[in-house]
């Protein structure tokens, strides 16, 4: 029976990783590696999670520092590599894996097609939009498209980047939440890149497949796995926002394939975007602060 190793960078996360290593234990037709690397979370969370990993036999790791996203699973992926396996599966701690045969039917895929790089599926979040796959990153004409998107509203089921979800079909990206590697791509490229802290993983990803010329992306369909991510757990926004212009500008010099201008005019774009976007959420604050003072005000 093949063995994969599952690949789950905790920060902070312990009960969410105990929901997932419950959920890949009821993997079935292939034997699994559970490696959860720790990306200097608190003192309590790292030790809950060196417990669960004692208890379920999982492999834990521990970055000295926390890197950000890409660093924290190359950490995974170099232990891999060193092991010898072929494939990898990343997946973030709050996935749950309903299909039993979900990580089976990935590797499948990827062994009876040799072109095939990164492999995803379907995810969905609890309330059912589908997170994957994404839609290619355009020229820096299309970067301009969030000032219709501030006009247009959203649709129910998925976002605006989404591409075909209904289809499987090889892709230009699939979400970074969950999905399947080939380990000799990832050694050709020499592992993920680690500028980002956090933000833009996909984006690169897709382009360093794209940039080989030999490798494809895929994304199958019929499989289906659950993203239990909670935005409102995730703190004050605009630090985050931060990040992510910090990772699109890189994007842009580094991968974007546009011509000077272009770039300019992206950069541009980007931080009109988040400009946007954090004086609104500032405003919000603002406006809650005031509310809360007139009610004090009655009283």
Not at 92 to 120: H, R, S, W
Not at 170 to 193: A, N
Not at 235 to 244: C, E, K, S, T, V
Not at 269 to 290: C, E, P, Y
Request: hydrophobic content about 35%.
């Amino acid at each position: 029976m093949d063995c994969v190793p599952v690949i789950i960078l905790n920060y902070n996360s312990s009960a969410d990783c105990a929901n997932c290593v419950q959920s890949l234990e009821a993997q079935q037709g292939v034997e699994l590696e559970v490696v959860i690397v720790d990306n200097a979370s608190e003192a309590a969370d790292r030790a809950s999670v060196e417990a669960l990993c004692a208890e379920h036999g999982c492999t834990f790791l521990a970055a000295e520092a926390n890197r950000g996203y890409n660093a924290g699973n190359n950490i995974g992926l170099r232990y891999a590599a060193g092991k010898g396996y072929e494939y990898a599966l990343i997946a973030n701690p709050d996935m749950i894996f309903p299909q039993k045969d979900y990580v089976y039917k990935l590797l499948e895929t990827m062994q009876q097609d040799k072109n095939i790089a990164v492999c995803g599926s379907d995810i969905m979040t609890p309330n059912g939009v589908h997170q994957s796959p994404m839609k290619r990153d355009g020229n820096w004409r299309t970067t301009f498209g969030w000032v219709k998107g501030l006009m247009r509203k959203p649709k129910a089921d998925t976002y605006d980047f989404i591409d075909d979800h209904k289809t499987t079909h090889y892709c230009s990206k699939v979400s970074g939440c969950c999905l399947m590697v080939r380990m000799s791509f990832v050694k050709e490229i020499g592992f993920f890149d680690e500028y980002p802290f956090l933000y833009c993983e996909e984006a690169i990803l897709s382009r360093q497949v794209e940039h080989t010329g030999l490798w494809r992306m895929y994304y199958t369909a019929n499989l289906q796995a659950i993203h239990n991510h909670v935005k409102s757990e995730k703190g004050d926004p605009i630090p985050r926002f931060r990040q992510w212009l910090r990772s699109r500008l890189y994007y842009i010099d580094r991968y974007s394939g546009d011509h000077a201008f272009g770039k300019m005019m992206a950069k541009i774009s980007m931080r009109l975007n988040v400009f946007v976007i954090t004086t609104g959420f500032r405003m919000k604050k603002i406006l809650h602060r005031m509310k809360k003072q007139r009610q004090c005000y009655r009283f």
